[in-house]
T-cell receptor, first 116, second 111 residues
Framework: AQKITQTQPGMFVQEKEAVTLDCTYDTSDQSYGLFWYKQPSSGEMIFLIYQGSYDEQNATEGRYSLNFQKARKSANLVISASQLGDSAMYFCAMRTAGGGADGLTFGKGTHLIIQP | DGGITQSPKYLFRKEGQNVTLSCEQNLNHDAMYWYRQDPGQGLRLIYYSQIVNDFQKGDIAEGYSVSREKKESFPLTVTSAQKNPTAFYLC??????????FGQGTRLTVV
């Protein structure tokens, strides 16, 4: 079975500082993908970044980067130069290729609050 | 604009009633999904469908039913057998090499 663990229920960060949101995962599959989504108070899930298990480079998308450490099974999200609009819930998720099942497995999320 | 439309945004259900949540996408995606989110929790998979006229149970399918008669549509029925249906429901879709795109969600409350 797949499992995602996010150990930070909430974080307060000063505006313009960098933020690291932790995510560890557990799977026996060799082929998998890791995702980060942002959920503002309105409820929709906004895709931020993706990392494939065979990707050699860490993924980057604008201010977002994913610190992928395969041996440690961690996929931390780094937000550079945080902004007030970054305040939201952040979810780490995983999809695996094995077992015939589809869909994402989500962590419980981290509530990030950016303070001016 | 392409996207996923969920309706209604808010839904109230009486005890013992079945209710149906709508999910429509115009992204031409093959796969569609339903997730449930409880307060302070991540999303959990209810059902998914990879092609028309076929669907599979997810992790928490009991008390729910779905249909996939058209590629664009994947309605979810919350039946009276679902003991604790109050939650936020999110529909998503994707094609083979994309991430999942989500709708705006439906907040269901039992009154």
């Amino acid at each position: 079975a797949q499992k995602i663990t996010q150990t930070q229920p909430g974080m307060f960060v000063q505006e313009k500082e960098a933020v690291t949101l932790d995510c560890t995962y557990d799977t026996s599959d060799q082929s998998y993908g890791l995702f980060w989504y942002k959920q503002p108070s309105s409820g929709e899930m906004i895709f931020l970044i993706y990392q494939g298990s065979y990707d050699e480079q860490n993924a980057t998308e604008g201010r977002y980067s994913l610190n992928f450490q395969k041996a440690r099974k961690s996929a931390n999200l780094v937000i550079s130069a945080s902004q007030l609009g970054d305040s939201a819930m952040y979810f780490c998720a995983m999809r695996t290729a094995g077992g015939g099942a589809d869909g994402l497995t989500f962590g419980k999320g981290t509530h990030l609050i950016i303070q001016p | 604009d392409g996207g996923i439309t969920q309706s209604p945004k808010y839904l109230f259900r009486k005890e013992g009633q079945n209710v149906t949540l709508s999910c429509e996408q115009n992204l031409n995606h093959d796969a569609m999904y339903w997730y449930r989110q409880d307060p302070g929790q991540g999303l959990r998979l209810i059902y998914y469908s990879q092609i028309v006229n076929d669907f599979q149970k997810g992790d928490i399918a009991e008390g729910y039913s779905v249909s996939r008669e058209k590629k664009e549509s994947f309605p979810l029925t919350v039946t009276s057998a679902q003991k604790n249906p109050t939650a936020f429901y999110l529909c998503a879709s994707r094609t083979l090499n994309t991430e999942a795109f989500f709708g705006q969600g439906t907040r269901l409350t039992v009154v």
